[in-house]
């Protein structure tokens, strides 16, 4: 069942300014710090010493276990370091620095290989080997996601190219110009986890990603390619769901508990590079954008890349940016500074104006209840932010907030600037800790 979109969601401008603009591949960087964590769960364990030269693709970082994810070296040099550094995930990250030496290799992962000969097995084995995770933010391992528990039965694979979040034009970009590398990564998800049905869901703004996978799927009357409005949180798994099968993940769980598997479009291209080239997670494209970027773009380039040299590439900025992003503006990860390295979860690096940020500056909630109109999780994020401000703890759990999703949609409506998704963030947290 497709229905036409979900309940509630919002229309923030879309500021897609690198929509259109061809990849480019950025230099290869003289440095690449690396980190252990680049995804959910335990950070990969180092397997590389100091000194040690290093091949690209050479595996560096080993999984810790189910939920983690291998770490391979993304140009070819010496480990100069192997110590803690600010990432995306902590202020004090283990990594493992490389300081580019030797040549590049064009030929290390151009070896194409039958895809369709390989295995469920064979292919997931690949993506774990790969460290393949979710590209389209939450890095979630996807070798967890394509094993799941025995008594859930899955039935439907759905290809996340909706890319709702303002600003990024990546993944829209990559349907473009690999609509059939990613249907062949659909292909081969889809063997792994034994289904045989796949919708794409892209937004409909996307005319041209559109047609290109529309080309791409003609052959296979397993996969389909839907568009949908274009809304904001269009692309957040529980309502992408919704919108392309008429059903609803129950609160607390999983898409699993849907019958559903989600992959970002991103992923299902790494799987393909992974199992048709052996080539494992070390570059991938994102979009540098903002209005203050003087060479705004979507750009290739190695896992470990450091912002600052990133920026410097596009021609730096015409003004100190009020705000650093990694991703979109609605669900982004604010950065203080540009020492930090691009991970395999980053689709895009945004740069904001003094003007674009605005000010922190909030007032009392007045209950007008747009936040209540447009939750597209069906919360009462006014009453979650008012008992978080007051510190009424014990009102905590009986609003739910876990169920949110952190979109962001909440305060982007609330005339009183309230940090609604701060505050729910703060609830969140403590509902966790009493567990």
Do not use: W
């Not at 040099?77 to 040549?103: N, W």
């Not at 369709?116 to 979630?140: D, L, N, P, Q, W």
């Not at 439907?156 to 990613?182: G, H, K």
């Amino acid at each position: 069942m497709f229905t036409s979109t979900f309940r509630g969601g919002i229309h923030p401008p879309q500021m897609k300014i690198t929509a259109g603009v061809p990849f480019e591949n950025l230099s290869i960087p003289h440095l690449c710090r690396i980190p252990m964590q680049q995804h959910t769960g335990k950070p990969a364990i180092p397997v590389v010493e100091k000194d040690q030269f290093v091949k690209e693709g050479e595996l560096i970082g080993k999984a810790d276990g189910l939920f983690s994810a291998n770490v391979h070296a993304s140009i070819p040099g010496r480990v100069t370091d192997i110590g803690f550094y600010p990432t995306p995930y902590s202020e004090k990250g283990l990594c493992v620095v490389i300081e580019a030496e030797g040549s590049f290799s064009s030929d290390s992962f151009s070896e194409k290989k039958d895809i369709s000969s390989f295995s469920a097995e064979e292919i997931k084995e690949k993506v774990a080997s790969a460290g393949i995770v979710g590209m389209g933010g939450a890095a979630f391992p996807t070798f967890v996601k394509l094993n799941p528990p025995s008594d859930k039965k899955i039935d439907t694979l759905i290809i996340n190219a909706a890319e709702c979040e303002p600003y990024l034009a990546v993944d829209d970009m990559l349907c473009r110009n690999y609509a059939e590398e990613i249907v062949a990564g659909c292909t081969l998800l889809m063997k792994s986890v034994s289904v045989d049905k796949c919708v794409i869901g892209i937004e409909d703004n996307k005319k041209h990603a559109y047609k290109a996978l529309k080309n791409a799927v003609s052959s296979d009357k397993r996969i389909y390619v839907k568009k949908m409005k274009t809304k904001y949180p269009q692309g957040s798994e529980k309502q992408l769901i919704e919108t392309l099968t008429g059903r609803q993940v129950p609160s607390g769980k999983l898409p699993m508990d849907a019958g559903v598997i989600v992959q970002n479009v991103g992923t299902a291209f790494a799987v393909y590079q992974a199992v048709c080239f052996g080539k494992p997670l070390i570059e991938r494209f994102i979009t540098v954008t903002g209005s203050i970027v003087k060479k705004p773009g979507n750009y290739k380039i190695k896992i470990g890349s450091l912002i600052s040299d990133i920026i410097e590439e596009c021609g730096g900025l015409t003004e100190e940016p009020a705000k650093i992003l990694l991703g979109g503006p609605m669900c982004g990860f604010p950065l203080p500074s540009t020492d930090y390295p691009v991970i395999k979860g980053t689709n895009g690096v945004l740069f904001l104006s003094k003007k674009e940020a605005g000010n922190d500056k909030f007032d009392p909630c007045i209950r007008c209840g747009n936040c209540v109109h447009i939750c597209p999780c069906g919360l009462m994020p006014y009453e979650l932010g008012n008992a978080v401000e007051k510190g009424k703890t014990d009102f905590y759990q009986s609003l739910n907030p876990l169920d949110c999703m952190l979109c962001g949609s909440c305060a982007y409506v609330c005339p009183s600037k309230r940090p609604l998704t701060h505050f729910i963030k703060i609830a969140q947290q403590y509902v966790r800790s009493k567990k």
